[in-house]
């Protein structure tokens, strides 16, 4: 099953149910009578402290098939599938081609940071380029939504906690981030990542969370993305697999929950494959006008435009 954040036509949150046939929306997983009032929930993550949440969309999702007829996904405004995580866990270098492409070993141990629930956008939302920045990147990532609490939790006991996944573009300054690749003679980066990952929108997230019965990313799942210029031009950037993961999903889990609880609605983003722009020759930077659109299999995709920090709107 693939969870649907909209908004809806009142201009509320909502979430529907995203099928082959098109999105069942909130409005009409309601109007089936099932499952009520889990059809009113505004978010996934009021959702997931429901422990009957899955099955009782499944149910309003098959009344709505018989019923009524599935609107286009582009009819409602996609949002961010989780909006307001209490921590995001990134992990740096989980793929063993993005390590080589940068010239470095596979790390001992994965690699953390974090961003902030003010780096996410949704699908279509711009990403804003600070002032200050020359070289912003981007990466295509498989974001794992935690359903359960989990504090020190067995890799073999992991999968218990995994409530779905969702698609994530980590966005970078690298020349923040102090890579070589992206400093101008004299240049330093800042000592350590929060600035050039943490930054508001920072994390585009598509609006979709697929459960974590549809799909298993020790299958194989493909990742892609590309950056479209200004004249339309779609150029692949990276296509890669999570059969490259050095550490698996349960493995992640496990490792960050010996020190860090997660909490339902926390997001785990995995590691990106290579392809990315700071390690091409010559590197290639996201300007203002370019737009993004990084996708991972069974999922779906989000797409944003790039601004100026200048050209954004004061909140």
């Known amino acids: 099953m693939r969870l649907y954040a909209h908004l809806g036509r009142r201009g509320d949150d909502r979430i529907g149910v995203l099928t082959d046939a098109g999105l069942y929306t909130a409005g009409q997983l309601a109007a089936t009578g099932k499952a009520w009032p889990m059809a009113t929930y505004q978010s996934i993550c009021c959702v997931l402290a429901d422990d009957g949440w899955q099955p009782a969309f499944e149910r309003m999702a098959r009344s709505a098939a018989g019923h009524r007829k599935p609107r286009t996904p582009s009819a409602r405004r996609a949002l961010p599938a989780i909006q307001h995580p209490e921590k995001v866990v990134c992990v740096g270098l989980n793929y063993r081609e993005h390590a080589a492409e940068g010239g470095r070993p596979a790390p001992r141990r994965p690699l953390l940071f974090a961003k902030f629930a003010s780096s996410i956008i949704g699908d279509g939302d711009p990403v804003v380029r600070p002032e200050g920045t020359h070289a912003l990147d981007f990466e295509v990532e498989l974001g794992v939504v935690i359903g359960r609490s989990a504090h020190r939790v067995a890799a073999a006991d ?52 697929a459960t974590a019965d549809a799909l298993d990313p020790r299958d194989g799942l493909s990742l892609r993305s590309w950056r479209i210029t200004p004249d339309g ?3 692949p950037m990276q296509d890669g697999n999570t059969r490259d993961m050095i550490w698996d999903v349960p493995a992640l889990i496990e490792f960050i929950s010996r020190a860090i609880t997660l909490q339902p609605g926390d997001v785990v983003a995995t590691g990106t494959p290579s392809g990315v722009g700071v390690f091409r020759d010559p590197p290639v930077f996201l300007d203002p006008g370019d737009r993004v659109r990084c996708e991972v299999e069974g999922i779906g995709s989000v797409e944003n435009p790039i601004i100026d920090w200048d050209d954004a709107r004061p909140s």
């Open 158 to 209: 992991a999968m218990d906690h995994v409530a779905g996944y969702v698609v994530l573009n980590d966005v970078s300054a690298r020349d923040w981030q102090g890579t070589p690749q992206a400093l101008a003679e004299g240049e330093k980066g800042d000592g350590q990542w929060l600035r050039a990952k943490g930054s508001d929108t920072f994390l585009p997230m598509g609006p979709v969370m």
């Open 233 to 235: 031009v779609e150029h």
